[in-house]
């Protein structure tokens, strides 16, 4: 039998033994662990024989879940922390398997070399193109909060959403998640949407949620540190920096999801299957009425109550694609799937 399906997941959110041990990271090893060493044994690795390639479709390592005044992991720590998930996704790969790893923004600046020692074989890729015209890669280079931004931080290229998680994550009962996250900003965007104030004054009032000043020093990498007054600064111009539309409609995205995008991605490159991440809402659609016959697939995320994976599996005889949006339950067992598919 030929391997003719490639798996996607996403949104691990894997942190250090320190985050977890606080009680602040978004996965839990205690809960989150099992389930997808489980996945990959029962459902990835004892089925490889059908299996092309595994796809890690962003965040799976974070160092951005961190509160101020501690120094966020190394991405070295996160993976010694993790040990036994990098010894599973290794047997993945020794049934022939090809792993690839795709950056999210919460990993956005692992780079192929680093991930390579702490994956030995992963290929590290920035998107992944393959069975018919189908296309996946993190999404979040269509949001605003979550894009690489030179302009506002020339040296390092963080987007203003490494500094909001920070900030949320320093909050005391601030929450934990991505849910948590869109609610403080929910909550904040009523208030200041212009594109003049957007970012400065998200900054503001999140530091002052979390009971700091404008000289309060968050801790950075590599013994650095910035204060609050430092970062409202560098973000002023965010908004302006893409127009008031293209702002708005990247905002939209970071609040409500990807699908406007996919369809935009499927139009502009005539791909006709999207798959993302980012948003933790898993989810798939196959559209017509904006655009010809597009599937689009999210595939959730693995520190949440209910995983997901996306299949896109392609017969070699019809050479047609199928995409299958699975639910996995506790124990990592498939326990639900939605198809779609072009015939
Ligand atoms: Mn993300």
Not at 18 to 31: C, L
Not at 78 to 84: F, L, P, S
Not at 127 to 144: I, K, M, N, P, V
Not at 207 to 230: H, K, N, T, Y
């Amino acid at each position: 039998m030929a391997r003719s399906k490639r798996i996607f997941i996403s949104d691990f959110h894997l942190n250090s033994q320190q985050r977890y041990q606080a009680g602040d990271a978004w996965f839990d090893p205690n809960i989150h662990q099992v389930r997808l060493i489980n996945f990959l044994n029962n459902e990835v690795i004892a089925k490889a024989k059908l299996i092309k390639d595994l796809i890690l479709l962003g965040d799976i390592f974070d160092n951005w879940v961190c509160p101020v005044g501690d120094v966020p992991p190394t991405y070295d720590a996160i993976g010694k922390d993790n040990a036994a998930i990098i010894d599973v996704l290794e047997q993945v790969q020794k049934k022939g398997i090809g792993l690839y790893y795709i950056n999210g923004n919460h990993d956005f600046d692992l780079t192929a070399e680093q991930v390579r020692a702490i994956i030995p074989g992963v290929r590290p890729v920035r998107s992944y193109l393959g069975a018919g015209r189908s296309h996946a890669e993190h999404g979040h280079l269509y949001t605003l909060f979550n894009v690489l931004d030179y302009k506002s931080d020339p040296a390092f290229g963080r987007p203003i959403g490494y500094f909001i998680t920070r900030l949320v994550t320093s909050i005391e009962g601030g929450g934990r998640g991505i849910a948590d996250i869109l609610h403080h900003l929910d909550d904040l965007l009523e208030a200041v949407f212009t594109p003049q104030t957007l970012a400065s004054s998200i900054i503001e009032a999140l530091a002052e949620r979390a009971g700091l000043q404008d000289d309060s020093l968050i801790e950075m990498p590599r013994g650095q540190q910035i204060s609050v007054r430092l970062v409202k600064e560098r973000y002023r111009d965010l908004g302006s920096h893409y127009g008031f539309w293209e702002a708005a409609e990247r905002v939209s995205r970071d609040l409500g999801g990807l699908g406007g995008a996919a369809d935009k991605l499927c139009k502009k490159m005539a791909y006709n299957v999207v798959l993302f991440g980012h948003t933790h809402k898993a989810t798939i659609d196959k559209d017509w009425f904006l655009v010809e016959d597009r599937i689009y697939a999210n595939t959730g995320a693995w520190c949440v109550d209910h995983a997901h994976c996306v299949e896109v599996d392609q017969t070699p005889k019809t050479r047609k694609v199928v995409v299958r949006l699975h639910s996995v339950g506790g124990n990592g067992q498939i326990t639900g799937t939605v198809r779609k598919g072009f015939d």
